[in-house]
């Protein structure tokens, strides 16, 4: 590839690039190639999260996924997901005995699922509507709860961003 030097000029503002990029392997023009900007700008990601010691995996958006590796995309038991897939909750199809989730699926569902966790975060962790409330014991145990909440999703994120599970879809 060639060095990033030689591509400045089609990079353009906050590193989002304007034009086409031309990477060749080695000084060999046969193996030249020619990326569009958007191309440009996900391997640039991907390097980055590489370059940060996260594992990346690039899969289509229209492929099925098993369920030991939809339970890992949602850090949740192979068990629980199967749980998930009877109640209907996440949808599924059967390959003879197997079970296949299409990613577009899990993907969304997860997306739906990370907004309701935070929304209930945020319902947790609200600011009473009183400037000044008075320090009760159950406003007390409420602020301590609400501490609790945030340390334990402050470290639930650390540790996902600590064991690589970046994912690149």
Same mark, same amino acid.
């Given at each position: /590839?060639?060095? /990033? @030097?030689?591509?400045?000029?089609?990079? *353009?503002?906050?590193?989002?690039?304007?034009?086409?990029?031309?990477?060749?392997?080695?000084?060999?023009?046969?193996? $030249?190639?020619?990326?569009?900007?958007?191309?440009? #700008?996900?391997?640039?990601?991907?390097?980055?999260?590489?370059? +940060?010691?996260? @594992?990346?995996?690039?899969?289509?958006?229209?492929?099925?996924?098993?369920?030991?590796?939809?339970? #890992?995309?949602? +850090?949740? @038991?192979?068990?629980?997901?199967?749980?998930? &897939?009877?109640? *209907?909750?996440?949808?599924?199809?059967?390959?003879?005995?197997?079970?296949?989730? /299409? &990613?577009?699926?899990?993907?969304?569902?997860?997306?739906? #699922? #990370?907004?309701?966790?935070?929304?209930?975060?945020?319902? &947790?962790?609200?600011?009473? $509507?009183?400037? +000044?409330?008075?320090? @009760?014991?159950?406003?007390?145990?409420?602020?301590? &709860?609400?501490?609790?909440?945030?340390?334990?999703?402050?470290?639930?994120?650390?540790?996902?961003?600590?064991? *690589?599970?970046?994912?690149?879809?």
């Amino acid at each position: /590839m060639k060095p /990033m @030097s030689r591509c400045k000029p089609c990079v *353009g503002p906050r590193g989002t690039a304007r034009g086409t990029v031309r990477l060749e392997r080695d000084g060999s023009p046969e193996a $030249a190639v020619v990326l569009p900007a958007q191309a440009f #700008d996900l391997l640039m990601r991907l390097l980055a999260h590489l370059a +940060n010691g996260a @594992s990346v995996t690039i899969v289509p958006i229209h492929a099925e996924v098993t369920t030991q590796q939809a339970a #890992d995309v949602l +850090n949740v @038991s192979r068990p629980y997901l199967i749980k998930l &897939l009877v109640e *209907g909750t996440l949808t599924h199809r059967k390959v003879g005995t197997h079970r296949r989730v /299409m &990613l577009r699926d899990l993907l969304e569902f997860k997306r739906r #699922d #990370d907004a309701d966790r935070r929304a209930i975060l945020a319902e &947790l962790t609200g600011v009473d $509507a009183a400037p +000044n409330p008075p320090q @009760s014991a159950d406003n007390r145990g409420r602020q301590s &709860l609400r501490a609790m909440v945030s340390r334990a999703y402050r470290r639930g994120r650390e540790r996902q961003r600590r064991d *690589g599970d970046t994912c690149v879809w």
